[in-house]
């Protein structure tokens, strides 16, 4: 077996950024971006985001290297952008700006893109443990597991924003507006560790 997919690698890869992404916890955090979408809305919603995500995650796990020293952007700084991106999204969420219907259509395109797709699902965390699995891989069943591991833990994402119809419908209009209060206060404190790992990093000069 271990001839076609390194068992070890593939374990490491899908508990890694299984933790990272945290696919139980974008349940609320979904029902928060999208508490003003149908039901049909949100599964588009949903695939789009895993889209967004996994072409993220495999361009920076392909080019990631090449393309932040070509920039001249360090790993914490894209960091910090992150952070201060979800901390937008958060106060929006927090002050009800997210329920607020637009009448052009596209909120919920702009919602799985940023910030489902990224930084939320594809942040800083699992766009730098990619590229570090990525740096450690010599053989094609190496790079077999990463890939496996990266689709896996992306259906389980999937997933879980799947089961968040069913939350919905159990939740109702109210339930789901206050779901989104309190993803708010996550996504706000997840926000506030982007950053200041981002500047712990910048001061220890990492």
């Not at 990272?20 to 029902?31: A, H, K, R, S």
Request: with cysteine; glycine share 10%; charged share 10%.
């Amino acid at each position: 077996m271990n001839d076609v997919i390194e068992l070890r690698m593939l374990a490491e890869v899908v508990i890694t950024l299984f933790v990272i992404m945290d696919p139980p916890g974008t349940v609320p955090i979904f029902l928060g971006l999208t508490g003003a979408m149908t039901g049909k809305q949100r599964n588009r919603a949903a695939r789009q985001a895993i889209l967004v995500a996994f072409g993220v995650i495999v361009g920076f796990a392909l080019f990631g290297q090449q393309l932040l020293a070509y920039m001249h952007i360090s790993l914490p700084a894209l960091q910090a952008s992150g952070g201060l991106l979800l901390l937008l999204v958060a106060m929006e969420l927090l002050t009800g700006k997210m329920e607020e219907p637009e009448p052009s259509g596209t909120k919920g395109v702009n919602v799985a893109m940023v910030p489902l797709g990224t930084p939320l699902l594809a942040g800083p965390g699992a766009i730098v443990a990619t590229m570090v699995f990525v740096q450690r891989a010599d053989t094609v069943p190496e790079w077999v597991a990463i890939g496996v591991g990266v689709l896996v833990v992306h259906l389980c994402l999937w997933l879980s924003m799947r089961f968040a119809n069913v939350i919905h419908r159990v939740l109702k209009d109210s339930g789901t507006i206050l779901v989104s209060r309190i993803a708010g206060l996550l996504l706000a404190a997840i926000a506030v560790q982007l950053m200041a790992d981002a500047i712990r990093a910048f001061v220890t000069g990492g």
